[in-house]
């Protein structure tokens, strides 16, 4: 009966619980879909300037 004591804590430790309101979830989702983005650009151009110079160097102009 283990797993019964364990859903019955679990779920009296859920009630402690603050849950964040719908506007901060809004702003927290945004804030890491924008740094998402601008990760995704850094290494975007990142890697864009990496290529450049491995095809420079492999040509070798």
């Keep these: ?7 019955k ?7 402690h619980v603050t849950w964040p309101t719908k506007r901060q979830t809004l702003n927290y989702s945004l804030i890491v879909i924008g740094i998402s ?3 995704a650009a ?4 990142a890697d864009h300037i990496f290529s ?4 420079a ?4 102009n």
């Design 1 to 7: 009966m283990k797993l019964v004591e364990y859903i």
């Design 42 to 45: 850094v290494l975007a151009l």
């Design 37 to 39: 983005l601008v990760t």
């Design 9 to 15: 804590d679990t779920r009296g430790e859920l009630k």
């Design 57 to 60: 160097l492999i040509l070798g």
């Design 52 to 55: 450049l110079g491995l095809e």
